[in-house]
């Protein structure tokens, strides 16, 4: 019954709803008799003052037939007009007069009322079948004597038909109202429990592996909230998956290219087919693949342990000047085998930075690397530094091939290369600018690139920055 939540909500919110309309049913009907008791005891007190005027004139002027008629039918008139039955007693308790000769003063009212006291109180009389009445009992006071009392029964019916009358549209208000808001807990409990019964299928799904499933929720609050970190959060598995296929496709092609090429040499030499003197030369060949193998392996284990939570940069004051000299004197061999020339343009001689030293020099050689690779020979390779506010601005430009504006979105993903009419590059996987923006993000900096023609080439710039020391 209360395994989903639709029933649990339905049902824990009827039973508020009930226990509520129960509580203020009581209470009204509570409120109802007390007021009907406060009726009865402000009837009584406007009849008493007229009864105790005429028993005292009475005993002032002795008793008589007439005198008596005429108090006896003052006593009926009050009694029809408070609805109650009128009893008047002498001090000792003995009936003066009566509307009704069966109802009899319980003494110990008699003896309260005697005493001074006012008494309200509720009891059961055999002359009424047992029932509750409720008696309300006033001393008759000459000067300060109390010279007898009066006693009003007032039958249980009176209050009973009063309550009554006011309950039944009390309980038909409270039947509809619980009616109604048990239409609107059942539709509140759909509204609820219905989106979250589809973003449970829609986990379910997902655990299955269909990642394109979402959920249409157009509920307002929490429930919203939910459906929308469970739509980001399948956006994101989607993502990832995508990204474990091509990571997988990827890096299977990357190493099958140079295991062919390392298995079909020595194949070759193995069996003869490869003549003698031409064996050092593909013995070469299967070195370079052996070692483009190694650094594709390198690689992935860099960029595995730099995506790991546990990395942690080592964060110094270094010139990055002096850096980027250095990264160009190892270049100097591959600068000179396209006759390329550098322009260095730093605005201070000393930049201070404050950042990774290790972790800048493989971004710097990256993308001077990455410069050189994709420059028309006898260009120029141009890189800047200056300062940006709190920053430092470096840029990289170089003139040549350029890049596609519809590849410039996906440039520093893995295994991306933006040339694909030309086959795989055999100096590099497509992860160095991935590890470039990897880098950039760990020390929480930026990197831009725009590729724009310029003459008869392409320049493109990739600019990024560093925190000025």
């Known amino acids: 019954m209360f395994k989903t939540i639709f029933s649990r909500l339905f049902w824990t919110t009827t039973a508020v709803v009930l226990f509520t309309v129960a509580v203020v049913s009581l209470s009204m009907m509570g409120l109802l008799s007390k007021y009907v008791e406060d009726e009865h005891f402000y009837s009584a007190q406007k009849a008493s003052g007229s009864i105790e005027y005429l028993t005292n004139s009475i005993s002032r002027d002795g008793f008589d037939a007439r005198s008596m008629m005429m108090y006896n039918s003052t006593l009926e008139s009050w009694s ?68 007898g009392g009066i006693f009003y029964f007032f039958p249980p019916g009176v209050g009973a038909t009063t309550v009554g009358k006011f309950s039944s549209t009390i309980f038909l208000t409270l039947i509809i109202a619980v009616l109604l808001s048990l239409l609107l807990i059942y539709a509140e409990a759909r509204h609820i429990s219905r989106p979250l019964k589809e973003i449970n299928n829609a986990v379910l799904e997902i655990a299955s592996g269909k990642f394109d499933k979402r959920v249409n929720v157009t509920a307002r609050g929490e429930v919203a909230q939910l459906a929308s970190s469970y739509n980001y959060m399948a956006d994101s598995l989607e993502r990832l998956e995508e990204m474990r296929s091509s990571f997988v496709s990827d890096i299977s092609h990357e190493l099958r290219t140079p295991m062919t090429s390392i298995s079909g040499f020595v194949q070759g030499i193995l069996d003869g087919t490869i003549p003698k003197e031409k064996e050092k030369e593909y013995l070469e060949i299967v070195l370079d693949e052996s070692t483009r193998l190694a650094k594709l392996t390198s690689e992935m284990f860099e960029m595995t342990k730099m995506n790991s939570p546990e990395y942690k940069l080592s964060i110094q004051k ?64 141009e890189i800047k530094v200056r300062g940006a506010g709190k920053k430092v601005l470096i840029d990289f430009v170089n003139y040549g091939t350029g890049i596609e504006k519809e590849d410039l979105p996906h440039i520093f993903d893995r295994f991306y290369k933006s040339d694909k009419s030309r086959t795989r590059d055999k100096q590099g996987a497509g992860l160095g600018l991935s590890f470039v923006k990897n880098i950039l993000n760990l020390h929480a900096q930026n990197i831009t690139v725009t590729s724009d023609p310029y003459e008869d080439k392409m320049k493109t710039v990739f600019s990024f920055t560093l925190e000025k020391a």
């Open 80 to 147: 029809m007009l408070v609805n109650a039955e009128i009893t008047v007693v002498n001090k000792n308790q003995r009936v003066f007069a009566a509307t009704n000769d069966q109802l009899v003063v319980p003494e110990k009212f008699g003896q309260r009322v005697m005493a001074g006291e006012t008494v309200s109180a509720k009891m059961a009389t055999l002359e009424r079948g047992g029932k509750m009445s409720h008696i309300i009992g006033v001393p008759i006071r000459q000067g300060n004597t109390v010279i």
């Open 318 to 381: 270094f010139n990055v000047n002096e850096e980027i000299r250095r990264c160009i004197i190892s270049a100097e061999q591959k600068l000179e085998a396209k006759n390329l020339e550098l322009s260095v343009d730093f605005e201070n001689e000393t930049e201070n930075v404050l950042a990774d030293p290790d972790a800048i020099k493989r971004v710097i050689i990256n993308l001077l690397d990455n410069a050189i690779k994709f420059s028309h020979p006898e260009n120029t390779i």
